[in-house]
């Protein structure tokens, strides 16, 4: 069935570098890529989603690249923060099935 | 705030009991997902309703139903509880159908079985 593996599992970057998770997909149809971040008891929120018409997106200190040939994707966080620090979900879905989220990957930023 | 809003937000409860949690969605989505999250563990997708019908299911054990009502607000039912299902339960909304459709979240019901 379909899947979603996200990597690492948790990272630790000092505050101020660079962010990088990322996530490989199994369903060749999907075109939607959620990325939801998870503060400690909190709800997960979207924090970015692109779709795979483009290849890559940008909010602010936030960016998203898509490598539809290679089925993978990847988050970037760029200038840290200790506010960054969250636990974040990558998700895959295409129109007419289900949404598959990966397991999460706990970040940290040291000060 | 995401505009779903889910109560109560706190449950403790014995084993073998069965208890309700109730979710609204945002105004104008028809779709409402179940997510039971344990914890340090990821998302696992229980079931989803839209327009009042049931579209999609995930690992939602026979012990769990849910339904969504004609004012769109949707239940889930937990009995004969065990242990383990003490975990976070979140509900989400999207204004359609497909799994391509933003979904979004409400604040959760924590569920401590004793």
């Known amino acids: 069935g379909e899947n979603v593996e996200q990597h690492p599992s948790t990272l630790s970057v000092q505050e101020g570098d660079s962010a990088v998770i990322k996530c490989t997909y199994s369903d060749s149809a999907s075109n939607y890529f959620p990325w939801y971040k998870q503060e400690l008891g909190k709800r997960p929120q979207l924090i970015i989603d692109i779709r795979s018409n483009v290849g890559e997106k940008k909010d602010q200190r936030i960016a998203v690249t898509l490598n539809k040939t290679a089925k993978h994707f990847s988050l970037h966080i760029t200038e840290t923060q200790p506010e960054d620090s969250a636990v974040y979900f990558c998700a895959a879905s295409r129109g007419a099935s289900k949404i598959i989220f990966g397991s999460g990957t706990r970040l940290s930023i040291r000060p | 705030d995401s505009g779903v809003t889910q109560t109560p937000k706190h449950l403790i409860t014995a084993t073998g009991q069965r208890v309700t949690l109730r979710c609204s969605p945002r105004?104008?989505?028809?779709?409402v997902y179940w997510y039971q999250q344990s914890l340090d563990q990821g998302l696992q997708f229980l079931i989803q309703?839209?327009?009042?019908?049931?579209?999609a299911k995930g690992n939602i054990l026979e012990r769990f139903s849910a339904q969504q009502f004609p004012d769109l607000h949707s239940e889930l039912n937990l009995s004969s509880l065990e242990l383990g299902d003490s975990a976070l339960y979140f509900c989400a909304s999207s204004m359609r159908s497909g799994g391509d459709d933003t979904q979004y979240f409400g604040p959760g019901t924590r569920l401590t079985v004793l």
């Open positions: 309703y839209y327009n009042g019908e049931e579209r």
């Open positions: 105004s104008g989505d028809l779709s």
